[in-house]
């Protein structure tokens, strides 16, 4: 017998919850199937208890800076790491609850513990039932990328999904993978005397295009710990650990942390019984501004479509592929504009376009170094850099790049002006406090005016 429901959802991630969100608006008959654990990626193993985790390594690291304010007891500080680690796990719990809660208020008609596999294009089988639905949500979600090679010595081997599960850190670690995760991690457990060194086969890290700000971020994170960079790493079992080596470095580590990105949640679900069209990565070919799989009665949001793996994107993207899934034909909705931060520090965060998308003939870069921005300074976070990606005809503020202390807060600020098609002279109209790290923004606004083709006077001030 064939259950028949409007809409079945696969996953009960964050991009699953958010569609499940805008189908309940429309329909009560709707099912949601998740295999395994309960709770998002986010909530569990990736934004949040990593948070919490950079702010406990952070504070204990603040005390390398109390000589010069002038504050005594510096070295008598100490970190007791399990109790720590129960700090992060602790507040991993309630952010997973709040989840959860979402999900306990579902009955077995709506919720289903298993792992969907499609039978046909409308058509899916979990623990036996075969459930026909008149649209489907793929929002499976992903998993951490561990090479099968590594699997011999895999007591050594830590996944990031396997990270915020450690009672204790050992003594060394090498992270491999210099993404966000692999830098926030690694410059946390350096921070918490862990013996760390980081790789990456790139000369970049955090995934940086512009390369005065990944001079800088290499420069200033690689005073912190050694990153060896443009080199794959290999692994060998030795008898005091794993022995790693990148080009001529080499060192032995207690573990690893196998930080290389995540791979979609795809194999197992049979997508050959359907008429899904792959790229050439093996992902389903979908509009973005839709969510549609083809023409099908499919939709795929969140970390599964391997297009913006974040959780702000994956909320977007459910609430598209939801909202189209009970309404006919489908609508188109607009991206927000790209924003990305890795809370290592200093930050490193991109918002808008990037170098690799603009043509560097048409546009201007603004610049600011931060080492005379008085409110950095008074931190004792003045290195850093801010590069804004100007178009030259109008002064249209089209992306920007930086590395630099609370680029989490600027990223946001200049995302948001340039979402709303402001330009370097409606930004320069705003009003800045002094003294404040946007003061550095107001610098690099500054910076790029004698760059620009078109010419304003009195940027500052707006006629009545």
């Known amino acids: 017998m064939t259950r028949e429901v409007d809409v079945a959802i696969l996953g009960a991630g964050s991009a699953g919850l958010f569609a499940m969100s805008q189908v309940k608006r429309q329909t009560d008959n709707y099912v949601l199937i998740n295999g395994g654990e309960l709770g998002t990626t986010c909530a569990r193993v990736g934004c949040m208890p990593s948070k919490v985790l950079i702010q406990v390594a952070e504070d204990f690291h603040r005390k390398?800076?109390?000589?010069?304010?002038?504050?005594?007891?510096?070295?008598?500080?100490?970190?007791?790491?399990?109790?720590?680690?129960?700090?992060?796990?602790?507040?991993?719990?309630?952010?997973?609850?709040?989840?959860?809660?979402?999900?306990?208020?579902?009955?077995?008609?709506?919720?289903?513990?298993?792992?969907?596999?499609?039978?046909?294009?409308?058509?899916?089988?979990?623990?036996?039932?075969?459930?026909?639905?008149?649209?489907?949500?793929?929002?499976?979600?992903?998993?951490?990328?561990?090479?099968?090679?590594?699997?011999?010595?895999?007591?050594?081997?830590?996944?990031?999904?396997?990270?915020?599960?450690?009672?204790?850190?050992?003594?060394?670690?090498?992270?491999?993978?210099?993404?966000?995760?692999?830098?926030?991690?690694?410059?946390?457990?350096?921070?918490?005397?862990?013996?760390?060194?980081?790789?990456?086969?790139?000369?970049?890290?955090?995934?940086?295009?512009?390369?005065?700000?990944?001079?800088?971020?290499?420069?200033?994170?690689?005073?912190?710990?050694?990153?060896?960079?443009?080199?794959?790493?290999?692994?060998?079992?030795?008898?005091?650990?794993?022995?790693?080596?990148?080009?001529?470095n080499q060192q032995v580590v207690e573990k690893v942390l196998a930080s290389l990105g995540r791979k979609p949640n795809l194999e197992n679900l049979n997508l050959q019984a359907t008429d899904i069209r792959l790229d050439g990565n093996g992902i389903p070919l979908f509009d973005p501004l839709t969510m549609q799989v083809g023409d099908l009665p499919i939709y795929i949001a969140g970390d599964v479509n391997a297009d913006r793996p974040l959780l702000h994107e994956a909320g977007h993207e459910g609430r598209v592929a939801g909202y189209n899934a009970v309404h006919h034909p489908v609508e188109k909705f607009k991206r927000k504009i790209p924003l990305a931060i890795t809370f290592c520090d200093p930050n490193i965060a991109t918002a808008g376009a990037q170098l690799s998308e603009l043509n560097e003939s048409d546009i201007a870069i603004g610049e600011i170094q931060f080492a005379p921005v008085g409110r950095a300074l008074i931190m004792g976070k003045n290195r850093g850099l801010l590069r804004l990606y100007v178009q030259k005809s109008d002064g249209l503020l089209v992306g920007a790049c930086m590395c630099c202390v609370k680029a989490e807060n600027l990223a946001h600020l200049i995302s948001w002006s340039i979402q709303n098609g402001m330009s370097v002279f409606d930004m320069l109209k705003m009003p800045f406090y002094h003294p404040v790290i946007e003061e550095a923004l107001q610098a690099a606004l500054y910076n790029v005016l004698p760059k620009l083709d078109i010419k304003h006077d009195l940027v500052e001030l707006e006629r009545i």
Not at 82 to 99: C, G, I, N, S, Y
Not at 170 to 175: F, I, L, Q, Y
Request: aromatic letters at 6%; glycine letters at 8%.
């Open 64 to 248: 390398s800076i109390f000589e010069r304010e002038g504050i005594d007891g510096a070295e008598e500080l100490s970190v007791d790491i399990p109790a720590a680690m129960e700090h992060v796990q602790d507040l991993r719990d309630v952010f997973v609850d709040r989840t959860l809660g979402v999900t306990d208020e579902l009955d077995e008609t709506h919720l289903i513990d298993g792992y969907a596999k499609f039978i046909s294009n409308d058509t899916v089988e979990v623990n036996g039932e075969q459930i026909k639905a008149k649209s489907i949500i793929i929002a499976t979600g992903s998993t951490p990328v561990v090479p099968a090679a590594w699997q011999d010595f895999a007591d050594a081997i830590v996944s990031t999904d396997d990270f915020f599960e450690l009672e204790d850190l050992p003594a060394s670690m090498a992270v491999i993978g210099l993404g966000s995760i692999g830098l926030e991690i690694g410059q946390s457990l350096h921070r918490l005397g862990v013996k760390v060194v980081g790789v990456d086969q790139l000369e970049t890290i955090a995934k940086l295009e512009d390369d005065k700000v990944n001079e800088l971020a290499v420069t200033v994170i690689g005073r912190e710990f050694p990153l060896w960079l443009g080199q794959p790493a290999t692994l060998e079992k030795v008898d005091d650990g794993i022995q790693v080596t990148a080009g001529d």
